[in-house]
């Protein structure tokens, strides 16, 4: 029904306390928390990751529609600054299903062959990231 990830930003509230995201498929968004580091979320390691600090946001202006989806899904901005975003998009495990590169305001993912469930999208420009949720229905 949901899952938490841990992020590798440490919290503000307190110094034992670090970001994590939770996605469920009762929300539209994947949702950010701050929670104890004692709490036993899953974590993903990337060997040989960028080491820049890496900023999630909850809202980078992009926009994704129609979801739920059955062949097609948008992807679009009104800002030109995110120009060559790179669109990740993950199935409920975390493996990369899908890869693109977005050229101007917006791009389409072909999302027909894909089987019914919820999967991630990550936009990733510069050192930002927006997380959403899509549903994919058949």
Not at 72 to 87: C, D, G, H, L, Q
Request: with cysteine; glycine share 6%; aromatic share 10%.
């Amino acid at each position: 029904d949901f899952g938490y990830w841990w992020t590798s930003s440490q919290g503000t509230a307190n110094p034992s306390f670090a970001y994590n995201v939770k996605m469920s498929y009762a929300d539209e968004v994947v949702l950010q928390y701050e929670s104890n580091q004692r709490g036993g979320f899953a974590i993903r390691c990337l060997k040989n990751a960028n080491v820049e600090t890496i900023e999630l946001r909850d809202d980078l202006g992009f926009k994704l529609y129609p979801n739920p989806a059955n062949s097609e899904v948008t992807i679009s901005t009104t800002s030109s600054s995110f120009e060559r975003a790179k669109i990740n998009l993950y199935n409920a495990t975390g493996a990369l299903i899908l890869s693109e590169v977005m050229i101007g305001n917006s791009s389409t993912l072909n999302v027909s062959t894909l089987p019914s469930g919820y999967y991630a999208i990550v936009i990733e420009h510069a050192t930002q990231l927006q997380r959403m949720k899509l549903i994919i229905v058949n």
